[in-house]
């Protein structure tokens, strides 16, 4: 009996202490030690929050003036305009240097440039050629009053070669006019000589009176045969006018 009563009391006593040890591990879990059938005490910490890429620092928040933040953050200022510059080394633009037109002019010897060339065909033909040398119109009117050698007297025009229009040289641009030295056949010729020089004189616009400077080209070393068959015709605008009389 006895030794019954002492193994039942020993693992009464095993259990008691089995049981406490569990009480006080529980316990020690719930955070209160001294109450172990109280709440549990433990806090959860939360995580600190990330900080906000947008949110400025102290240091950019304005003050309310009293201490404290107005809590707003300041407006970014806007960048300020940039002046443009002007091209550098660019020129100014400059008046139009050049001359006004020259007025129209009559063509004459100071004006012009007048050559002398005898042709083969037609026989006994001589073509003077005018060109305008200056710097604005000129107009041939009339013929050409030539003079060979000595002459007193200038030959006659022929009437039917006169032109609708008045010759018009613009610069750089001729006129021309044929001189038909002698008869072809010698039939109507009277006092023929050779001439070695040449003037032709220039008229104005009432084609009777001579103007400005007269011309003179100059003739083929050896002259030209004249007689008093001599004619010339009215000033032309073509080459071929010329050389058709």
């Known amino acids: 009996m006895s030794v019954r009563t002492s193994r039942t009391r020993l693992i009464t006593a095993a259990a008691s202490v089995a049981l406490a040890a569990f009480s006080i591990t529980a316990c020690s879990d719930s955070g209160d030690i001294g109450t172990a059938t109280g709440p549990s005490r433990r806090a959860t910490v939360p995580a600190a929050a990330p900080a906000s890429p947008t949110t400025p620092s102290a240091s950019a928040v304005p003050s309310d003036g009293a201490g404290g933040t107005t809590g707003k953050a300041p407006a970014t200022a806007p960048a300020p ?118 003037a032709v004189y220039f008229s104005g616009p009432s084609g009777s009176e001579s103007v400005g400077a007269g011309a ?16 010339v015709t009215y000033w032309q605008q073509s080459l071929d006018d010329a050389v058709s009389w």
Request: a positive charge; glycine letters at 8%.
């Open 81 to 198: 305009p940039t002046a443009s510059k002007p091209a550098a080394n660019t020129p100014a633009p400059k008046a139009s240097s050049a001359p006004p037109a020259a007025k129209p002019t009559t063509c004459e010897g100071s004006n012009t440039k007048t050559t002398a060339a005898p042709l083969n065909r037609p026989v006994n033909h001589m073509l003077l050629t005018v060109t305008n040398t200056g710097s604005g119109t000129c107009y041939l009117y009339g013929y050409p009053a030539v003079q060979f050698g000595e002459a007193q007297s200038v030959p006659p025009v022929i009437t039917d070669s006169k032109p609708q229009a008045v010759v018009t040289l613009k610069p750089g641009e001729s006129g021309y006019a044929s001189v038909n030295l002698s008869s072809t056949d010698g039939s109507n010729g009277s006092n023929g000589r050779t001439a070695t020089s040449l």
């Open 216 to 231: 003179h080209p100059s003739l083929p070393t050896k002259g030209v045969y004249v007689d008093d068959s001599l004619t």
